[in-house]
């Protein structure tokens, strides 16, 4: 069974930092892209980033350039979102997505985690 594991989240200030991970069980993450998601109350859910197979395409939502950096270690099956100088506007549950090409379009991919809350505030 392919599963998605998101951990990570929590309560942070503004300006503070958490580091999100995405770990695969039942299959390999060398064969797929991942995508990181976010849905905040009473909004749509938005394409945050996304890592091609190989790490050399990356890819970032306007609002978190400079702030948010994905990457993976294939050999720890895990995918990472370092986010830095969070803001109260990126209070959101985070998701994380697995299929074959590098995109924030959420209906390309098939398979999702369960979500993580991070939440930004004083």
């Known amino acids: 069974q392919l599963q998605l594991v998101e951990s990570g989240g929590g309560l942070v200030q503004p300006g503070g930092s958490l580091r999100l991970s995405c770990a695969a069980s039942g299959f390999t993450l060398d064969y797929y892209a991942i995508g990181w998601f976010r849905q905040a109350p009473g909004k749509e859910r938005e394409g945050v980033s996304c890592?091609?197979?190989?790490?050399?395409?990356?890819n970032y939502v306007d609002s978190v350039k400079g702030r948010f950096t994905i990457s993976r270690d294939n050999a720890k099956n895990t995918v990472y979102l370092q986010m830095a100088n969070l803001k109260p506007e990126d209070t959101a549950v985070y998701y994380c997505?697995?299929?074959?090409?590098?995109?924030?379009?959420?209906?390309?991919?098939?398979?999702w985690g369960q979500g993580t809350q991070v939440t930004v505030s004083s």
């Open positions: 890592i091609s197979t190989s790490g050399t395409i990356t």
């Open positions: 997505a697995a299929d074959e090409y590098c995109s924030r379009l959420e209906r390309q991919y098939d398979y």
